[in-house]
Antibody, heavy 119, light 107 residues
Framework: QIQLVQSGAEVKRPGASVKVSCKAS????????IDWVRQAPGQGLEWLGW????????GFAQAFQGRFTMTRDTSTSTAYLDLNSLTSGDTAVYFC????????????WGQGTLVTVSS | DIQMTQSPSTLSASVGDRVTITCRAS??????LVWYQQKPGQAPNLLIS???ILEDGVPSRFSGSGSGTEFTLTISSLQSDDFATYYC?????????FGQGTQLEIK
């Protein structure tokens, strides 16, 4: 069955960086996009961006360009989201999700990774 | 960015009720509209894509309609398992924005 398994919770200081991983199984990793979505505590969903694991091409919402990076390791079917220059506003659960087709129909999701930014 | 506005923000209903949630886009998105259900502490779950196409395994009491700028999600007869938060998302253009969510509560 299709699974996306994310890394564990992180606590970081403001200004620090963190890397969240998302390991895919049960399908061909390079055949579907990986999208990232975050959810601040008690808030709604916010789409961050997408990555094509085959080419490595990425696209971000403008608010996150330059500060967030997406990479992948096709040998382990793992996608990564790097978050830099963290602020308290980045405290959220970060989800990876498989994007069906090229239009972000997110049909399988990771369990989420809580990133807490606090001094 | 395309703004997505859901109404109501909170909806109180009883088991067996028929409920409708509305999602409005700030510009024409044709039928590029997706609905998700999220329960507390869980990841969202895909319900409907292209405004009205029900995902495999989603109960037939869920249905979606609309095109252009106005869309609806209808649950024909609420079951206890349906009390959750529902989000619409446009997948017409970047960034793929979500509505703010509609929390469906037990009356």
């Amino acid at each position: 069955q299709i699974q996306l398994v994310q890394s564990g919770a992180e606590v970081k200081r403001p200004g620090a960086s963190v890397k969240v991983s998302c390991k895919a199984s049960g399908y061909t990793f390079t055949s579907y996009d990986i999208d990232w979505v975050r959810q601040a505590p008690g808030q709604g969903l916010e789409w961050l961006g997408w990555m094509d694991p085959k080419s490595g091409n990425t696209g971000f919402a403008q608010a996150f360009q330059g500060r967030f990076t997406m990479t992948r390791d096709t040998s382990t079917s793992t996608a990564y989201l790097d978050l830099n220059s963290l602020t308290s506003g980045d405290t959220a659960v970060y989800f990876c999700a498989r994007g069906r087709g090229s239009s972000a129909v997110l049909d399988s999701w990771g369990q989420g990774t809580l990133v807490t930014v606090s001094s | 960015d395309i703004q997505m506005t859901q109404s109501p923000s909170t909806l109180s209903a009883s088991v067996g009720d028929r409920v409708t949630i509305t999602c409005r886009a700030s510009q024409n998105i044709n039928y590029w509209l997706v609905w998700y259900q999220q329960k507390p502490g869980q990841a969202p779950n895909l319900l409907i894509s292209k405004a009205s196409i029900l995902e495999d395994g989603v109960p037939s009491r869920f249905s979606g309609s609309g095109s252009g700028t106005e869309f609806t999600l209808t649950i024909s007869s609420l079951q206890s398992d349906d009390f959750a938060t529902y989000y619409c998302q446009q997948n017409y253009g970047y960034p793929y924005t979500f509505g703010q969510g509609t929390q469906l509560e037990i009356k």
